[in-house]
């Protein structure tokens, strides 16, 4: 049997939730599945740590049959299911509530919790990463800032370092915050493609991890 589509998910959500759906719209974009409500989102923007990081899913589990679950613990800014190009999910989702206070409510009530039979789901707290780490730069760090300005938004600070590499070579750094971590993903989206042309053949770019201080 073929995976639903996003169609057909959709009005299973509406057969099982009816008018609790209020003016949310499920669509899909890549390679995730978005439910939202449009107003609210132009709106609202959750405070930093309002997002679970929910795992262990079915890979034939979707939207109509998670979110009744979810919806126990409060109301949602956002749901974002990752996809394969199959139609079917790839094991994980992330779900973006209103308020810390009901992100950490989620994980209480709905870490562990039985979705199926013998089928248990994890809920944590999401890494709201909003850091990009660049190493390789060339020229003086004005020059690179000034480009990090004027290619990508929401820019907070950005610290410059330099690491010695294990056969001498000294490459220079910078780790940059973002205001968000949809700020930070969208200047990674931008850059990445970009690199060499701005920075030079040597830079890399990815998410900053946490010992990188």
Known sequence: MNPPTTEEVWRALEA?????????????VNGQRKLFDPTVRDAFNPPEG????????????????LLPHILRVGPIFEMRFMMNF????????FVTFFNRRTAQKAVKLLDNLEIRSGQCIGVMPSVNNRRLYITGLCGPDSHSMHILQQCTEDL???????????????????IVWYASHRA???ARRRLIPLKHELFGSGVTIDWAVPYQH
């Open 50 to 65: 309002s997002e679970v990081f929910v795992g262990r899913l079915p890979r034939d589990l979707y939207e109509d049959e």
């Open 156 to 174: 907070e600070t950005c610290k410059f370092h330099t690491i010695r590499t294990r056969t001498g070579v000294d490459l220079r750094c910078a």
């Open 184 to 186: 930070a993903a969208m």
């Open 86 to 93: 199959s139609g079917t999910n790839r094991g994980f989702a």
């Open 16 to 28: 099982r939730l009816g008018a609790n759906l209020g003016g949310y719209k499920l669509i899909q």
